[in-house]
Nanobody, 123 residues
């Protein structure tokens, strides 16, 4: 599996960005796709995940109500719509994939990882 995140950039607080994650190498709909982020000097943390076929979603408490995970199985692409961005959302955002949901996402024990895309939110 190959994953590539894109769509990062610099925005002011309150702004929006949409990240994309392209997937290849396996059947996309067989995999949940999620997002993690890592700020400088901090551990990588779970942000969001969406299941492969039925759109089951889970979010970190810090982004609930502001971020929305979606996917287009025809385009082998997952998205993370980020609204009402805050400076604390700044970091490198990574997409990842695994055949299963569950606490492996919160434990950061997922099977496949992509390269990151940088998000900077200024106050």
């Amino acid at each position: 599996v190959q994953l590539q995140a894109s769509g990062g950039g610099s925005v002011q607080a309150g702004g929006s960005l949409r990240l994309s994650c392209t997937f290849s190498g396996r059947i996309f709909s067989d995999y949940a796709v999620g997002w993690f982020r890592q700020a400088t000097g901090k551990e990588r943390e779970f942000v969001a995940v969406i299941s492969g076929r039925y759109g089951v979603r889970d979010y970190a408490d810090s982004v609930k109500g502001r971020f929305t995970s979606s996917r287009d199985n025809d385009k082998n692409t997952a998205y993370l719509q980020m609204d009402s961005l805050k400076p604390e959302d700044t970091g490198e955002y990574y997409c990842a994939a695994d055949q299963y949901l569950g606490d492996r996402w919160q434990k950061k024990s997922v099977e496949f990882w992509g390269q990151g895309t940088e998000v900077t939110v200024s106050s």
